[in-house]
């Protein structure tokens, strides 16, 4: 059999290993710390989820360079990935504002 053309989804990474190229992470500038927010944005977004009568899972992409935000509502789920301290704010206000809506 000849050989193909067609992607093996590996990658060499530079220590010689070889990495599934879905495993590949860009190298961020910053780590995304939980505690940097602001907590009465965070706390807000939390209850504001739970008012709803939904759920909210916080953490963090595996190379810890983005923030990982799950909501549960319903039948619906929606993940978001900020990866600054700005955006995740960003993120968190139009959560509060769209479980407000919600509600009323």
């Given at each position: 059999?000849?050989?193909?053309?067609?992607?093996?989804?590996?990658n060499?990474?530079?220590?010689?290993?070889?990495?599934?190229?879905?495993?590949?992470?860009?190298?961020?500038?910053?780590?995304?710390?939980?505690g940097?927010?602001?907590?009465?944005?965070?706390?807000?977004?939390?209850?504001?989820?739970?008012?709803?009568?939904?759920?909210?899972?916080?953490?963090?992409?595996?190379?810890?360079?983005?923030?990982?935000?799950?909501?549960?509502?319903?039948?619906d789920k929606?993940?978001?990935?900020p990866?600054?301290?700005?955006?995740?704010e960003?993120?968190?206000?139009?959560?509060m504002?769209?479980m407000?809506?919600?509600?009323?």
């Amino acid at each position: 059999m000849g050989a193909s053309n067609r992607p093996t989804g590996k990658n060499k990474n530079t220590s010689g290993g070889v990495l599934l190229k879905w495993r590949e992470n860009k190298q961020s500038q910053a780590p995304c710390y939980w505690g940097d927010l602001d907590a009465k944005i965070l706390m807000g977004a939390v209850d504001s989820v739970v008012r709803a009568g939904g759920a909210i899972m916080l953490g963090s992409t595996s190379d810890g360079g983005a923030y990982s935000i799950c909501i549960l509502l319903a039948d619906d789920k929606v993940k978001e990935y900020p990866h600054s301290v700005e955006e995740c704010e960003i993120v968190l206000r139009a959560v509060m504002q769209e479980m407000l809506d919600t509600l009323l």
